[in-house]
């Protein structure tokens, strides 16, 4: 059994960065799975954001947010990172931490959830 708990949501103008946070807590260490980032707006399916590999810390990114997003590990704090620069009002979303199984990074391979973090970017 793993706990994800998301933080560090909130309002930003865009342009702005935010920071994400999730820590897990349970038996197992996040190394020993791939970890990934998710966001879902209102009225819209939960879209892949970004996720990085158990081994090699590989990132991962969707292209709406290559080159603006960047997502780390700290194994030994079991925390994985978000963070956001130059955020659009498109990234408006409750962002949810979650773990992968394998290789399958839909919301289909995640076996854990966090309850999310709303960020809401508007001016």
């Known amino acids: 059994q793993v706990q994800l708990v998301e933080s560090g949501g909130g309002l930003v103008q865009p342009g702005g960065s935010l920071r994400l946070s999730c820590i897990a807590s349970g038996r197992e260490s996040i190394s020993r799975n791939a970890m990934a980032w998710f966001r879902q707006a209102p009225g819209k399916e939960r879209e892949f954001v970004a996720a990085i590999s158990m081994s090699g810390n590989i990132p991962l990114y969707a292209d709406s947010v290559k080159g603006r997003f960047t997502i780390t590990r700290d194994s030994g704090a079991n925390t994985v990172t978000l963070q956001m620069t130059n955020l659009k009002r498109e990234d408006t979303a409750v962002y949810y931490c979650?773990?992968?199984?394998?290789?399958?990074?839909?919301?289909?391979?995640?076996?854990?959830w966090g309850k999310g973090t709303l960020v809401t970017v508007s001016s």
């Open positions: 979650a773990r992968a199984r394998g290789d399958d990074w839909s919301a289909y391979g995640m076996d854990y």
